[in-house]
T-cell receptor, first 112, second 109 residues
Framework: EAGVAQSPRYKIIEKRQSVAFWCNPISGHATLYWYQQILGQGPKLLIQFQNNGVVDDSQLPKDRFSAERLKGVDSTLKIQPAKLEDSAVYLC??????????FGQGTRLTVV | QKEVEQNSGPLSVPEGAIASLNCTYSDRGSQSFFWYRQYSGKSPELIMSIYSNGDKEDGRFTAQLNKASQYVSLLIRDSQPSDSATYLCAFSGYSTLTFGKGTMLLVSP
């Protein structure tokens, strides 16, 4: 069974530029999560989808971050414009409902 | 605001010892509890899930849940240097999956 796929693995951008991350969840997983993990901290939930509907986006900085999940499968997370403090690893995870969640390899973003 | 509290460590144990990792959570509606292991530079990997009060054993790992005390723990028996990692506690209620900051475990040979 294929795991959660994310791309790119690494991205370096200048502040004020835009960036997008892509995630393909495990087949059949209705729930998809985007987390931000800053070095030395636990994952912080940015947005959670159930199929293509948003369950929770309370911690998503909506002035600069956006996310979508078209057709309830793949998802993209976008940052525009990026700030230095957005440097982090962006993790995508998927699960069947609220059961065990499985993570992709993550995208390491560096904003300079 | 749902919160998960973990001692950040590092927790240092010698090889072969029992490592005990603890976690408390604030949301009494939580139903599912998970332990993830995260090696440096890698993404979190699920190692244990527990849904009811009591103990759950899987190989060298034992998860313990006490919903009345809002407490969950992970015991690692016969600790190995390869167990050195950050251990993240997580819980979910009816919706979101919330993580703690993690406890770093160092197992010395």
């Amino acid at each position: 069974e294929a795991g959660v796929a994310q791309s790119p693995r690494y991205k370096i951008i200048e502040k004020r530029q835009s960036v997008a991350f892509w995630c393909n969840p495990i087949s059949g997983h209705a729930t998809l999560y985007w987390y931000q993990q800053i070095l030395g901290q636990g994952p912080k939930l940015l947005i959670q989808f159930q199929n293509n509907g948003v369950v929770d986006d309370s911690q998503l900085p909506k002035d600069r971050f956006s996310a979508e999940r078209l057709k309830g499968v793949d998802s993209t997370l976008k940052i525009q414009p990026a700030k230095l403090e957005d440097s982090a690893v962006y993790l995508c995870a998927s699960s069947l409902g609220t059961a065990e969640a499985f993570f992709g390899q993550g995208t390491r973003l560096t904003v300079v | 605001q749902k919160e998960v509290e973990q001692n950040s460590g590092p927790l240092s144990v010698p090889e072969g010892a029992i490592a005990s990792l603890n976690c408390t959570y604030s949301d009494r509606g939580s139903q599912s509890f998970f332990w993830y292991r995260q090696y440096s530079g890698k993404s979190p990997e699920l190692i244990m899930s527990i849904y009811s009060n009591g103990d759950k054993e899987d190989g060298r790992f034992t998860a313990q849940l006490n919903k009345a005390s809002q407490y969950v723990s992970l015991l690692i028996r016969d600790s190995q240097p390869s167990d050195s990692a950050t251990y993240l506690c997580a819980f979910s209620g009816y919706s979101t999956l919330t993580f703690g900051k993690g406890t770093m475990l160092l197992v010395s040979p």
